[in-house]
């Protein structure tokens, strides 16, 4: 608990030392957690060069402790922390059966020794810009250490070191880490024939998350459908609600309903596909 008492005040430290002039409240913070398969600390030096040469991250100045390091941004502040011991299994349990991208995760992750812990602070809104920043330090983080993979708590997301990576990298061309940042939940009704799905996540972006419910559709379908909603609102800014009209490749427009989820405990907008 000291610990992470510690990191809390270190974070709000640097709220007020980058956005003197914005108001906590109007700040974001953006967490997750590098899983490391050693103790080895984490080498600043190293990863501050790094960020600068392979991750186009500019960096106005930074501060360093002996197991923390503060960047100062143009537009943000990221704080990293080495934790000496592993992110509790049981927190992670979940997360790696329901990882359906990484079929390994629960065996590998059993393996990690300790994590690095990432949260980057900025406007709350620029989610997407404090995301991509988010991605290029986990990425230059994951590039530098022996680690298996990146935990983010809020969407339920875990993803492999191989694949984070590869999608990091594809920022560069301007492709959104989609499945880095949102969690999509693909189940079929047996017996019926029928395919729900639904992501957790898009609150981080301040819009609610979307559902498909016992779509007579394909998985892939539905699952496309989905990807392609949630894409176009993060790539070109355009904020989901109820009542917005989303168009599939078909020509097919579908008008998104606010309504109590059938799937998890929240509203979500119901896409009648």
């Known amino acids: 608990m000291r610990i992470f008492a510690s990191l809390l005040t270190l974070i709000c430290l640097s709220v007020s030392t980058s956005f003197a002039q914005q108001p906590v409240n109007q700040s974001k913070v953006v967490t997750g957690t590098i899983l490391v398969n050693d103790r080895a600390p984490l080498d600043f030096k190293t990863?501050?060069?790094?960020?600068?040469?392979?991750?186009?991250?500019?960096?106005?100045?930074?501060?360093?402790?002996?197991?923390?390091?503060?960047?100062?941004?143009?537009?943000?502040?990221?704080?990293?922390?080495?934790?000496?011991?592993?992110?509790?299994?049981?927190?992670?349990?979940?997360?790696?059966?329901?990882?359906?991208?990484?079929?390994?995760?629960?065996?590998?992750?059993s393996r990690h020794q300790s994590q690095v812990v990432i949260s980057v602070i900025g406007p709350v809104n620029k989610p997407v810009d404090l995301y991509k920043l988010f991605t290029r330090v986990a990425a230059a983080t994951l590039d530098n250490t022996r680690s298996c993979g990146v935990f983010m708590n809020t969407q339920y997301v875990l993803q492999s070191k191989a694949f984070y990576l590869q999608a990091a990298r594809n920022l560069n061309e301007k492709a959104l880490p989609i499945y880095c940042w949102?969690?999509?939940?693909?189940?079929?009704?047996?017996?019926?024939?029928?395919?729900?799905?639904?992501?957790?996540?898009?609150?981080?972006?301040?819009?609610?998350?979307?559902?498909?419910?016992?779509?007579?559709?394909?998985?892939?379908?539905?699952?496309?459908?989905?990807?392609?909603?949630?894409?176009?609102?993060?790539?070109?800014?355009?904020?989901?609600?109820?009542?917005?009209?989303?168009?599939?490749?078909?020509?097919?427009?579908?008008?998104?309903?606010?309504?109590?989820?059938?799937?998890?405990?929240?509203?979500t907008l119901k896409v009648e596909y």
Do not use: C
């Not at 939940?185 to 799905?197: I, K």
């Open 47 to 109: 990863l501050l060069a790094a960020l600068k040469s392979d991750w186009g991250v500019r960096l106005d100045s930074f501060s360093q402790a002996e197991k923390t390091l503060v960047l100062y941004t143009p537009g943000a502040t990221v704080m990293l922390a080495n934790l000496e011991y592993p992110a509790p299994l049981a927190d992670l349990k979940g997360p790696a059966d329901a990882a359906w991208m990484w079929r390994t995760a629960a065996e590998e992750i």
């Open 182 to 267: 949102v969690f999509f939940g693909m189940f079929q009704h047996e017996g019926e024939n029928l395919s729900s799905g639904y992501t957790y996540g898009m609150q981080e972006f301040g819009m609610p998350d979307l559902e498909i419910v016992k779509s007579k559709h394909s998985l892939q379908e539905v699952h496309a459908i989905l990807h392609d909603i949630v894409t176009d609102a993060l790539q070109n800014n355009n904020s989901l609600q109820e009542g917005s009209v989303i168009e599939t490749l078909e020509g097919q427009k579908l008008t998104l309903k606010l309504s109590k989820s059938t799937l998890m405990d929240a509203q």
